[in-house]
């Protein structure tokens, strides 16, 4: 009994452990897909360039953005989503995430901005209002 209910034990991790979800993986030309083919990650956030520096602030985290052309392209993309130039854009971008080198200031790690993915305005939700019965809450 003892030797079938470890059995049923094993065979029953095995099995919960097993992924079944099979996707098809983007090729590209050398035979990796995109994960395995480079160090590049896909962020999402708010980007701003203003006075020679550069920002991208995701969800969780703020990087400092290489300047180079493809943030100047990025910079141009954005200028048709802005009112002032300090105004935001919410950016989806794929690029080289850098650890800043040490003795340097600014945020701990920058990105070097390989692919501009997505462009749009940045839909503020500080002055949003919610109604409850008839009541204003700000």
């Keep these: 009994m003892k030797k079938l209910l470890t059995l049923f034990l094993i065979v029953s991790v095995f099995t919960a452990c097993k992924n079944d979800a099979k996707t098809e993986a983007k090729m590209s030309e050398n035979g990796k897909t995109i994960e395995q083919n480079s160090e590049l990650r896909t962020l999402v956030g708010q980007f701003i360039y203003y006075a020679d520096a550069a920002v991208l602030q995701t969800r969780n985290d703020i990087y400092g ?49 390989i692919e501009i993915d997505n462009v749009k305005k940045y839909e503020s939700k500080e002055n949003e209002v919610i109604k409850l019965n008839g009541d204003a809450i700000e």
């Design 65 to 113: 953005v290489i300047i180079n052309e493809k943030m100047h392209e990025l910079n141009d993309m954005a200028k048709a989503y802005k009112k002032d130039p300090t105004d935001y854009v919410t950016v989806q971008v794929r690029g080289k995430v850098i650890p800043k080198p040490e003795g340097e200031e600014g945020w701990p790690f920058r990105i070097d901005i």
